[in-house]
C-alpha cells in the first residue's frame, strides 16, 4: 500500500471557503499522481480547532470523492501551529513512488517539494554525479534532467532534415526552428521533438554518434542551456554535469561538486567494465582518468569547474548510498 500526503489552508472558517480548499487538494493529488478511482482505499483527514463550518469529508463527498471510506479528526492544539489547516493521507493500492501535494499556507510546511528549486550536481567523470542525481530526483520526485537526451533530440532533428550535424552552419540554422519540449510525466522524462515523443528513438546507435557532433557546436551549447534555464525555471530539478552550478544554473539553490580520488575512480570503471566482460587494466584507467580530468578542466568550452559556492563532497570512501544520503542531509539542512 502507498500512501499520499497532502495538507492545505483555507482562509476562514466558513464551509464554502473549507468546500474549495478541500476539492483543490483532492483534485490536484490525483491529477499530479494520475491516480484512478479504483486504485483508493481509503481517505482520512485532520483539521484544526479552529475550522468548524464544515467537515472535510462531507466535503469531500459532496465534491464526488465518495467512492471509498471517508474519515476525519481533529488536531489537538499546538502552539505556533499553522491555522485553518486540512491534511489528508490516501491509501492507495499502487505501485512506485507518490506525489505528496502542499497547497496555499501548507506549503510551509514542506518547502522541500511545494517550491521550485535546482540542485546542481558537478563534478570529474567516474565521481557518480549522475547516480546520485538520478537518486536523488527519484528520493524528491522531481524531474531528473538528462541534458543528452536533449542534444540526442537535437541530433535526431538534423539527421531528420538530411543535415550534416557537422555543419555548422546548417546546424545553427536549424535551431532557429527546433521544436524540442521536455516534459516530466509519470516519474520520468520525455523527450518531445516537433510533437512526437522521441524518447526512444534517440538512444539508437546512429543517433548518439550523430549527437557526439552535434554538442561540439557552441551555438548547439548556447541552445541547449538556455531551454535547460528555462525548465528549471518552471520545475523542481537535478542537474549534473561539469559546469551546472557555475555556468548553466548559477543560481540553483543547492549546489555540490562530487569528487573522488583518480584512483578509486578507476577501479569503479573497471568494476563496470568487468560486469560487462571487458577487462581492462587499472593504471590504463586511472591514466585515462586523469587526462581526461586535465582535459575538461583546460578545455575552452564548458570546462569543468566547481562554483564558488557549491559544496564539495568527497565520495572516495563512501559507497553510492552514503552519498546520496550526505547529500539528502545537506539539502534538508538548508530547507
Same mark, same amino acid.
Given at each position: 500500500m502507498t500512501i499520499i500526503r497532502g495538507a492545505t489552508t483555507a482562509e476562514r472558517d466558513s464551509g464554502e471557503e473549507i468546500a474549495g480548499a478541500v476539492k483543490e487538494l483532492l483534485d490536484e493529488i490525483f491529477a499530479r499522481n494520475a491516480l484512478k478511482r479504483e486504485e483508493v482505499k481509503g481517505f482520512l483527514f485532520s483539521l484544526t480547532s479552529d475550522l468548524h463550518s464544515r467537515h472535510p469529508a462531507k466535503a469531500a463527498r459532496e465534491s464526488g470523492y465518495d467512492f471509498a471510506p471517508l474519515f476525519a479528526c481533529v488536531e489537538p492544539d499546538i502552539d505556533g501551529g499553522l491555522p485553518r489547516c486540512i491534511r489528508v493521507m490516501l491509501f492507495t493500492e499502487r505501485?512506485?513512488?507518490?506525489?505528496?501535494?502542499? *497547497?496555499?499556507? $501548507?506549503?510551509?510546511l514542506r518547502k522541500?517539494?511545494?517550491?521550485?528549486?535546482?540542485? +546542481? &550536481?558537478?563534478?570529474?567523470?567516474?565521481?557518480?554525479k549522475s547516480t546520485v542525481a538520478k537518486r536523488i530526483a527519484d528520493d524528491y520526485h522531481i524531474l531528473h534532467l538528462d541534458t543528452g537526451a536533449m542534444y540526442r533530440a537535437c541530433a535526431l532533428a538534423a539527421l531528420r532534415r538530411g543535415i550534416d550535424p557537422g555543419d555548422a552552419e546548417e546546424v545553427e540554422k536549424m535551431l532557429n526552428t527546433l521544436g524540442l519540449e521536455i516534459r516530466y510525466e509519470g516519474g520520468r522524462q520525455h523527450t518531445v521533438l516537433d510533437g512526437?515523443?522521441?524518447?526512444?528513438?534517440?538512444?539508437?546507435?546512429?543517433?548518439?554518434?550523430?549527437?557526439?557532433?552535434?554538442?561540439?557546436h557552441p551555438a548547439v551549447r548556447k541552445k541547449m542551456v538556455e531551454m535547460q534555464r528555462k525548465i528549471a525555471a518552471g520545475t523542481s530539478c537535478?542537474?549534473?554535469?561539469?559546469?551546472?552550478?557555475?555556468?548553466? *544554473?548559477?543560481? $540553483?539553490?543547492?549546489?555540490?561538486?562530487?569528487?573522488?580520488?583518480?584512483?578509486?575512480? +578507476? &577501479?569503479?570503471?573497471?568494476?563496470e567494465l568487468a560486469e560487462k566482460g571487458q577487462n581492462v587494466d587499472f593504471e590504463r584507467l586511472k591514466e585515462e582518468i586523469e587526462k581526461r580530468d586535465k582535459q575538461d578542466s583546460e578545455r575552452e568550452f564548458s570546462p569543468l569547474k566547481r562554483a564558488e559556492d557549491a559544496v564539495i563532497v568527497d565520495t572516495s570512501d563512501m559507497d553510492i548510498e552514503e552519498v546520496v544520503a550526505k547529500v539528502k542531509s545537506l539539502i534538508q539542512s538548508k530547507i
Open positions: 505501485a512506485g513512488g507518490a506525489v505528496h501535494v502542499y *497547497l496555499r499556507g $501548507a506549503k510551509a522541500d517539494i511545494s517550491e521550485i528549486y535546482n540542485i +546542481a &550536481l558537478d563534478g570529474p567523470a567516474g565521481s557518480g512526437e515523443d522521441v524518447s526512444e528513438e534517440i538512444r539508437k546507435n546512429e543517433v548518439s554518434l550523430a549527437a557526439s557532433d552535434i554538442s561540439a537535478v542537474l549534473d554535469g561539469r559546469d551546472i552550478g557555475s555556468a548553466v *544554473l548559477p543560481d $540553483a539553490r543547492f549546489k555540490f561538486f562530487l569528487t573522488a580520488d583518480s584512483g578509486v575512480r +578507476a &577501479l569503479r570503471r573497471q568494476k
